[in-house]
């Protein structure tokens, strides 16, 4: 297959993905549903420490086996079939249980949630692996951006549908409809990209190390690799960062926003992803990638401190609470997309040709603990209140801009 039509089929594989992970997103349809269902802080942070942590844990593991084994589509396939078969389960389960009590019904959902979590982190490596042998580096900013403003634009159509569903069936089936709508997209996606084959490689398997000295090897590449290891820090501080992202739905609920309008914060963050898709591509290809992780890190500075702000304000801002929350999650919805093109695209650069799975494996396993945050962050707030989750969220944006000026200047 040619260079040409592998960037279709990724492209089009990632846009049916991205609509159909919008419709079970973390910050507002999760952490939506999980807050209906307990009323706690705790467990909405519990929701994205779950999907983040649960996300890289088993790339070490997959990375290794990858490597050794020469071939990255088996693991692939198991994933992204899995996550959509996760998320079919998660509908039945929502429509089983509407009539059980909302503890019960709630630990089984983050215990599906939990599943799917860790199986969808099997993809993330053969991912990688797969788009950098099929895709030249100068176009890997732009199909991600390709993909993502497609599928934005798909996932319009899902919120849409979201707002329908919310609005008018009974909570929580409501919510296993939506379920299901991004299980089919899922499935869509999986076989798009299953089907356009692994491309050929001059890489022979590895002679098996064995796991530990596969780790070792890790730890080395750790110690000895600055660009890697100030990476590694940089993205330690992104999951300090993150964790106040499932705490803005409860912050507008405490503001008086309703969140049978989750779907229009939904919306607005799709929005923001899409709209800033061409901006990020040019940018990640023409600038560079730690230029746009640095611009990604400053711009991350400004949700939390308008939070903060609203929160010290005593009157002024009830009137413009929807405009103001629809504004905070385009912005955060153009960071978060922007991101993920600077780091994917970063890592895929600092990774040697033949070692991109093992790398990939070290990167998020290492980093992996920085995303159990959110699950801190709701002690926290339970604690001490929301306003010190999103003070730590705006320190340690400006952290991560720090350790990403180290690394230009070491270049």
Known sequence: MSERKRFISIAAAGISFQAGSAAIDSATIMAALVFQLTGSTVAVGAVT???????????????YLAQVSGSSMYYYRIGAFGRAIAMAVMAGLLVIGADWSYPVLAGLVLLVWTAYAFISGIVAVPYNDIVARSVASELRSRLLATRFFGGGLLALVVVAAVDRLVENIAFPVSYAAVFATASGLMLISSGVFSAMGEPETNKKPSSKPGFFQYLRDGVRVFRKNR????????????????????????????????????????????????????????WGDRLGKVSLLKAIALGRVLPPVVILAMSAAVTGHDDYIFLIFLALF????????????????FL????????RPAYSGYFNAITAPAFL??????????????????AISMLAALAQFGFLQIITRSQ
Do not use: H
Not at 245 to 263: H, I, N, R, S, T
Not at 348 to 355: F, G, L, R, V
Not at 374 to 385: C, D, E, Y
């Open 49 to 63: 420490a779950i999907l983040r942590f649960g996300w890289l844990l088993p790339q070490l593991i997959v990375g």
């Open 227 to 282: 660009q890697f290891r100030l990476f590694v820090f940089a993205q330690w501080c992104g999951g300090a960062v993150l964790m106040a992202m499932p705490f803005y739905v409860v912050e507008a609920e405490a503001f008086g926003f309703d969140l049978k309008k989750v779907a229009w914060l939904l919306g607005a963050q799709t929005m923001g992803a899409l709209v800033s898709n061409l901006l990020w591509g040019w």
């Open 330 to 345: 385009f912005i955060s919805g153009a960071l978060a997309n922007g991101l993920t093109i600077a780091v994917i695209g």
């Open 348 to 355: 895929m650069e600092i990774s040697p040709d033949d070692k």
């Open 373 to 390: 945050l959110p699950l801190l962050a709701g002690i926290i707030a339970s604690v001490f209140g929301l306003w010190v989750v999103f």
